[in-house]
């Protein structure tokens, strides 16, 4: 399994999400609490989401941290061969 190019637009999503986190707990309580008129009782909170994750998206210095990141992963997948969701799977150590 090789390093997806596609891995770095996930790289960002993933760290924009850790870094809208806030936001992110705010839509999904509304979601949970609104059941299936979520889509108008939770603009406020998709809203909110949207522009925080936007603002990294459009972040030239977050695109430049998550694709030094994104090499660095790949730089050790050409190394190792193994991807990096293997590498950082602990094994047991004793059963």
């Not at 998206?57 to 991807?83: H, Q, S, V, W």
């Not at 602990?90 to 059963?95: A, D, E, H, Q, Y």
Request: glycine share 2%.
């Amino acid at each position: 399994m090789a390093l997806d190019p596609a891995d770095q637009p996930k790289i960002m999503r993933e760290k924009a999400k850790e870094r809208c986190s806030e936001q992110v707990q705010d839509f999904t309580k509304c979601c949970k609490n609104s059941g299936v008129l979520m889509v108008v009782k939770c603009q406020k909170e998709n809203s909110a989401l949207k522009e925080c994750l936007t603002a990294y998206y459009n972040d030239p210095a977050f695109y430049e941290e998550c694709k030094m990141e994104y090499l660095k992963e790949r730089e050790e997948f050409r190394k190792t061969g193994i991807p990096t969701k293997k590498r950082l799977q602990r094994v047991p150590t004793s059963m």
